[in-house]
């Protein structure tokens, strides 16, 4: 996902072959990202179907998705370099990018402060989920609490912090054999 590496498949003569080659590259990124950061490949992969589907529909020309493709990957270097300049691990950032999928949280909370709840959040999931946490509803309950409990001591807006918890426990499930390890 270097520059040049991008840089090469855009001059290259056979535009959808190099469109493929990006194509599939970028579907692999976000299969692995996929398995610890659930907003971010999300985002990145509604991005990348549509861009495909413009394509598919004759809407935008090869070249054209080109772009496209290369500002997603972009975009994968730039979350990369975030979370780095944030001082943050995968599992820190991936609970960040879940609480900061909120526009009024980022304005009203701001960076540092979401940082730091992300940091809090993955300490206490990490303390609390036990092995089979996503099976026993009691357990569950009980780490859906505390998220709750987290969100609103570091003021996170009121009217989203149902879907901030939901997405945290998602979140959290979906990199739970990491966590308890």
């Known amino acids: 996902m270097s520059d040049e590496f991008l840089a090469e498949l855009k001059g290259y003569e056979h535009k959808n072959i190099a469109l493929e080659v990006l194509k599939k590259l970028l579907n692999d990124e976000l299969k692995?990202?996929?398995k610890k950061n659930l907003v971010q490949s999300k985002t990145l992969m509604e991005m990348l179907q549509n861009a495909i589907k413009k394509y598919q529909n004759k809407i935008?020309?090869?070249?054209?998705v080109m772009e496209e493709l290369i500002h997603?990957?972009?975009?994968?270097?730039a979350s990369d370099v975030e979370a780095e300049n944030m001082g943050l691990s995968d599992y820190e950032y991936a609970f960040y990018t879940a609480v900061a999928n909120n526009n009024s949280a980022r304005e009203l909370m701001k960076q540092d402060k979401l940082r730091e709840l992300a940091v809090v959040?993955?300490?206490k999931i990490r303390e609390n989920?036990?092995?089979?946490?996503?099976?026993?509803?009691?357990?569950?309950?009980?780490?859906?609490v505390i998220v709750k409990r987290i969100l609103r001591q570091y003021g996170y807006p009121p009217d989203m912090q149902l879907l901030a918890t939901e997405t945290v426990l998602k979140q959290a499930e979906m990199i739970a054999r990491e966590l308890t390890v």
């Open 121 to 123: 959040l993955t300490q």
């Open 129 to 144: 989920a036990t092995i089979d946490w996503t099976i026993k509803e009691s357990v569950r309950a009980k780490l859906k």
């Open 32 to 34: 692995v990202r996929a």
């Open 60 to 64: 935008v020309t090869a070249a054209e």
């Open 72 to 77: 997603i990957s972009k975009e994968i270097v």
